[in-house]
């Protein structure tokens, strides 16, 4: 099964305000694993990227200067896609923002009709309560995000990829696998040598009472026509 990770930078916060899409980052995963298929895309929004958004993943306007337009990549970016499930972080953020970059083209956007896995939601189902955020989450599973100082579309990609993984039970995630250590124990309880069988056979004050019951029985089911 081929699935995206995928998250997006922009220039703010709601697309219908005029922001646009700066970078996108896409992993590919084959049955829940990176396959070593990455993707990552810096655009040109075609206007100035405020400095409050500058503070949040570093990427100026001057560096996206001669960068490629969306309308430049979007048929490499949804060839990468095809229609595979696509797994992001508060991913109605990420969708909303490319649909409005499509639709500028008079393409497809990437939902509805296709699954989109929002991995705030599948964190917030198995921990309520607890942190959702991408950093929350890698404390939690251990996965180092040390060189998270900025958000980053491609490195957000490859850390939500082993967020998921774990969202999902971990690299063992079914009964079909197991550690050499459970692999150990089991082989020890199949060739420990069994207890000597006790003994059932009923004492004869048992036998005499059992007898006593059965006289006292009327019409007993195993003597039914």
Request: net charge negative.
């Amino acid at each position: 099964m081929r699935e995206i990770v995928l998250d997006t930078e922009t220039t703010g916060f709601k697309p219908e305000e005029g922001h646009r899409v700066i970078e996108i980052g896409c992993v590919e995963l084959i049955n829940h694993l990176p396959s070593g298929q990455t993707r990552q895309w810096y655009i040109n929004p075609e206007r100035e990227v405020p400095e409050d958004a500058v503070r949040v993943h570093g990427i100026t306007t001057a560096f996206l200067a001669d960068k490629p337009l969306f309308r430049e990549i979007a048929v490499e970016f949804l060839d990468f896609m095809a229609d595979s499930p696509l797994i992001a972080h508060n991913a109605t953020f990420d969708v909303n923002f490319l649909n409005a970059e499509l639709k500028r083209l008079a393409l497809p956007g990437v939902a509805p009709g296709r699954t989109v896995i929002d991995t705030v939601q599948l964190a917030r189902q198995k921990f309520p309560g607890a942190g959702a955020s991408l950093d929350a989450l890698c404390k939690r599973f251990g996965i180092d995000n040390s060189g998270r100082s900025l958000h980053g579309a491609l490195l957000d990609s490859t850390l939500l990829a082993e967020v998921y993984l774990e969202l999902l039970g971990g690299r063992q995630t079914g009964f079909t696998l197991a550690s050499p250590g459970t692999v150990a124990q089991t082989q020890t309880r199949i060739t420990r040598t069994p207890r000597p069988a006790r003994p059932h056979a009923p004492s004869a004050e048992e036998q005499e009472a059992h007898g006593a019951l059965l006289k006292k029985l009327k019409a007993p089911l195993w003597l039914a026509q």
